[in-house]
């Protein structure tokens, strides 16, 4: 079965950095686009970034272009989020999702399996 766990969250300073990890298992890592999401205290849920299936393609929602990288090893099955020049508003609980086809989605509903989340804490 599809299985994504998260790692790499934590408690940041405004300004600082972290990296997220996703390892992905259960099915055929390099033919699926990937994505990861977030959901901050008491809100709803936001997505935050793509990338297609051999890592040619990514997008970001306006909330963290040039703040936030995504990237991926398709020979470890691992899909990354750089998150730079935090803001207190980064605080969410961080989601990798799954997308069924090798395309960049935005819509979380369309997100076919998902991990347990990653907490991430900017403050100071």
């Known amino acids: 079965q599809v299985q994504l766990v998260e790692s790499g969250g934590g408690l940041a300073q405004p300004g600082g950095s972290l990296r997220l990890s996703c390892a992905a298992s259960?099915?055929?890592?390099?033919?699926?686009?990937m994505s990861w999401a977030r959901q901050a205290p008491g809100k709803g849920l936001e997505w935050v970034s793509g990338i297609d299936s051999d890592g040619s393609d990514t997008l970001y929602a306006n909330s963290v272009k040039g703040r936030f990288t995504i990237s991926r090893d398709n020979a470890k099955n691992t899909v990354y989020l750089q998150m730079n020049s935090l803001k207190p508003e980064d605080t969410a609980l961080y989601y990798c999702?799954?997308?069924?086809?090798?395309?960049?989605?935005?819509?979380?509903?369309?997100?076919?399996?998902w991990g347990q989340g990653t907490l991430v804490t900017v403050s100071s």
């Open positions: 259960g099915f055929t890592f390099r033919r699926y686009a």
């Open positions: 999702a799954k997308v069924p086809g090798v395309a960049i989605e935005e819509v979380p509903g369309a997100l076919d399996a």
